[in-house]
């Protein structure tokens, strides 16, 4: 695996990557607010075919549009993002889709939780998101289409639009 944006700060304990999320990143294309950002920390591999991940997820989120997950890239036009995203002093399972522009799409969780499971499942040209509270019962958030084949990279991301960082 590799870094695509590496955060200034990152280490393994046992098989548990932690790392300090860099400061004022995200990661859109142009839809609303005009902007292109592709610049959040991504520790990826490269995947062909269909393929099933899944990441366990534990974040100290702290701003407005804090946001940690998993991520599928093919380029910097064709990705899906999801995962827990802070958003106004609410958690929401969130998902971005972007071919040219990112559409996105909020779940309230209205649970407390630790930690957040997220199973990710490519078949053909699409893409299965399911998350689950507590690692064991898991619900489909979303099925999104990726039309442009080739090796994705798939990893754990995050991001800090408008806070200072956290740690992931």
Same mark, same amino acid.
């Given at each position: 695996?590799? @870094?695509?944006?590496?955060?200034?700060? @990152?280490?393994?304990?046992?098989?548990?990557? %932690?790392? &300090?999320?860099?400061?004022?990143?995200?990661?859109?294309?142009?839809?609303?607010?005009?902007?292109?950002?592709?610049?959040?920390?991504?520790?990826?591999? %490269?995947?062909?075919? %269909?393929?099933?991940?899944?990441?366990?997820?534990?974040?100290?989120?702290?701003?407005?549009?804090?946001?940690?997950?998993?991520?599928?890239?093919?380029?910097?036009?064709?990705?899906?993002?999801?995962?827990?995203?802070?958003?106004?002093?609410?958690?929401?399972?969130?998902?971005?889709?972007?071919?040219?522009?990112?559409?996105?799409?909020?779940?309230?969780?209205? %649970?407390?939780?630790?930690?957040? @499971?997220?199973?990710?499942?490519?078949?053909?040209?699409?893409?299965?998101?399911?998350?689950?509270?507590?690692?064991?019962?898991?619900?489909?958030?979303?099925?999104?289409?990726?039309?442009? &084949?080739?090796?994705?990279?798939?990893?754990?991301?995050?991001?800090?639009?408008?806070?200072?960082?956290?740690?992931?």
């Amino acid at each position: 695996m590799r @870094w695509y944006n590496d955060p200034t700060k @990152w280490k393994f304990i046992d098989k548990t990557l %932690e790392f &300090q999320v860099t400061p004022k990143t995200d990661y859109w294309q142009k839809t609303s607010y005009g902007f292109c950002v592709d610049d959040g920390s991504f520790y990826y591999r %490269e995947c062909g075919g %269909e393929f099933e991940v899944n990441v366990k997820l534990t974040a100290d989120y702290r701003s407005r549009y804090d946001q940690a997950g998993l991520m599928l890239r093919l380029d910097h036009e064709n990705w899906v993002k999801t995962g827990i995203e802070f958003v106004d002093g609410i958690f929401y399972f969130s998902t971005v889709l972007t071919h040219g522009h990112s559409n996105w799409s909020l779940v309230p969780i209205k %649970e407390k939780f630790e930690s957040i @499971w997220i199973k990710g499942i490519k078949r053909k040209d699409s893409f299965e998101i399911h998350y689950s509270m507590n690692g064991k019962g898991f619900q489909m958030a979303s099925l999104v289409h990726m039309p442009k &084949q080739g090796d994705m990279k798939i990893g754990m991301m995050a991001a800090s639009t408008d806070g200072n960082g956290f740690v992931v």
